[in-house]
């Protein structure tokens, strides 16, 4: 059972202990998106414990993002 230390939990790892966890750059597309309010499409849409691939990883919060900041403008 997760107990809230880092290396526990790869979002907690990036959102509250800041912890580089993937790469800086899918790292902090995961932080834009959680300041975004899409924390919950994160959380639902990849397994953290075993995440696809980088480049597929990057893929998917790029998609979440652009999704979010769309949603925002209108």
Known sequence: MPNGKPGHRPLADI???RSRVFSR???SLIREIDAL???SELL???NWFS???LPELERQPRGFLDRLKQTKQE
């Open 25 to 27: 750059k899918i790292d």
């Open 51 to 53: 995440p696809p691939p």
């Open 37 to 39: 309010g899409g924390r």
């Open 15 to 17: 959102l509250v202990h």
């Open 44 to 46: 639902n849409q990849i």
